[in-house]
């Protein structure tokens, strides 16, 4: 049994389909503050098996240890967090408790039920503007703001866990840019208000729930002037934590079982880039215009994915038209995401 906090959202949900198949039995854990129930009943229905639901937050220490009582899981993934970065510079004080306390709180219930394996939802923001590219693990870690700063340090308290405690089994991952959909079109990202990420934004305006998409910036040093990411399908991504799962379980106390690993293609894409791809997905036009550069953006932020490729045997599959049309399959039948109007 796998405990997955946060299961209700967009990776979270992702990832349940990928654990189901594969055989695993699930329990979510989740408190529902930025996703539906709605996308476990799809997750059931795509699978055709049922899982565990605990409605709980994570910084409720006694309601943590009796999830992992109850469900007696044997590992835990753990995305439950918040991720909006311009929130988190507007009020980091939730960020911190919400992260930092959240997960804080998890681990101890991990160690009051002596359960030691662990994967968490790391991000590439936690690396900050990059000095040099691609991003390996050992780059230097400079977040710019209270979201990638609470990854940071709840990446170090997890490595000081497991220096007082080799018996635990951590993978860190540090996620590039997650996008797309399940193929089913049932499950996908839904986004509450205005979508601040690219893909999102995107797949609005060719559902016409946006007007046009603002391109921050086209004086960036990138081959057309726009901001260049690592965009990396969320099957691909989920299915990443499955070799997680399995590495981690023949680590053993002789080898380092504390591995921060990250989880991206290698492969750089503009802004430009993603309109086109996401054009010929949709046979929509996408209107932008071009817009002054979001504060805290940085040029180029690319994987070197390297590390995952060897030490958990895992690669991304899918490029950038796949996800742009499995988005776009999720987004034109859900218009209005999980809630029907
Ligand atoms: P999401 O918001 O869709 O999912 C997070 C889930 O956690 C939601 O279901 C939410 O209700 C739940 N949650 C939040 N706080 C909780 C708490 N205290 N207790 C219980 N449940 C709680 O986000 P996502 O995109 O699926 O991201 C999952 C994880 O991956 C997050 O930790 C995020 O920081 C990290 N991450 C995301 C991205 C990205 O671009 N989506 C990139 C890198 C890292
Ligand atoms: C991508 C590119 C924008 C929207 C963020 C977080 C990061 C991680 C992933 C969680 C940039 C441009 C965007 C728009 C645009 N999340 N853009 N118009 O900023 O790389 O990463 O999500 O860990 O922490 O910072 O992703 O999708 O917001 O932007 O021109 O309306 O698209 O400037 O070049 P980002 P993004």
């Given at each position: ?77 753990h ?24 997960t ?14 662990l994967v968490f939802s790391s991000s590439?923001?936690v ?10 693990e ?13 990854k940071k340090?709840i990446e170090e308290m997890l490595c000081?866990?497991y ?7 951590i993978a860190i991952l540090r996620y ?68 997680a ?13 504390c591995l921060t690993i990250n989880l ?78």
């Amino acid at each position: 049994m796998i405990l997955v906090t946060g299961g209700a959202g967009y990776i979270g949900s992702h990832t349940c389909v990928e654990l189901l198949n594969a055989g695993f039995d699930v329990t979510v854990f989740d408190n529902f503050c930025n996703s539906s129930p709605e996308a476990l009943i799809r997750v059931e229905q795509i699978t055709r098996k049922k899982l565990t639901l605990i409605t709980g937050d994570c910084r409720d220490r006694g309601a943590m240890i009796k999830a992992l009582k109850e469900s007696q899981a044997s590992a835990v993934i753990h995305f439950a967090g918040l991720k909006a970065v311009g929130e988190s510079v507007e009020n980091p004080t939730i960020y911190y408790d919400n992260n930092v306390v959240g997960t804080l709180r998890l681990i101890e219930a991990m160690q009051e039920c002596q359960l030691k394996t662990l994967v968490f939802s790391s991000s590439a923001t936690v690396y900050g503007d990059p000095v040099k590219l691609p991003l390996t693990e050992d780059h230097p870690l400079a977040p710019t703001n209270p979201y990638g700063r609470s990854k940071k340090m709840i990446e170090e308290m997890l490595c000081d866990l497991y220096q007082s405690d080799h018996s635990f089994k951590i993978a860190i991952l540090r996620y590039f840019n997650p996008v797309g959909a399940h193929d089913s079109g049932l499950i996908g990202e839904d986004p509450r208000g205005i979508p601040n990420n690219l893909m999102p934004f995107v797949a609005q305006v060719a559902v016409g729930r946006q007007e046009s998409l603002s391109v921050w910036g086209s004086d960036y040093p990138t081959p057309d002037g726009t901001g260049v990411r690592d965009y990396i399908h969320v099957v691909d991504l989920a299915l990443g934590h499955l070799k997680a799962l399995e590495a981690l379980k023949i680590a053993s106390e002789k080898r380092n079982s504390c591995l921060t690993i990250n989880l991206g293609t290698g492969q750089g894409y503009s802004v430009l880039d993603v309109v086109r791809a996401y054009e010929k997905a949709s046979k929509k036009n996408i209107p932008y215009r071009i817009a002054p550069r979001r504060p805290g953006d940085i040029a180029s932020c690319y994987a070197d994915p390297k590390r995952a490729h060897d030490v958990l045997g895992w690669q991304a599959k899918l490029g950038l038209d796949e996800m742009c049309a499995n988005s776009w399959h999720w987004q034109s039948n859900n218009p209005t995401g999980y809630q029907q109007n």
